[in-house]
């Protein structure tokens, strides 16, 4: 099932979509999510893979890529 974010425009549905629990494994580990470029992290190459629909491999780099972008 595929959820609309409108607020974002359809190209950003299935990206949000598939990244969305992210934040909230964070915040179960304690972590911040304010310190963290998440744009940069899309920008690094999520939104090509996610766009490739290679979305486990997206999924799995995110972590990655946000922990080399934390402040």
Partial sequence: MTVA???YGPAYDT???TLADEP???HEAG???ESRDW???L???MLGLIRKDR???AKEGL???LSSSSG
């Fill in 24 to 26: 909230d494994k964070r």
């Fill in 43 to 45: 920008d690094s190459g």
């Fill in 31 to 33: 972590e911040s999510t």
């Fill in 63 to 65: 972590p990655a890529c």
């Fill in 55 to 57: 979305l486990v491999e």
């Fill in 5 to 7: 974010f409108p607020q």
């Fill in 15 to 17: 990206p949000i979509e």
């Fill in 39 to 41: 744009q940069g992290a």
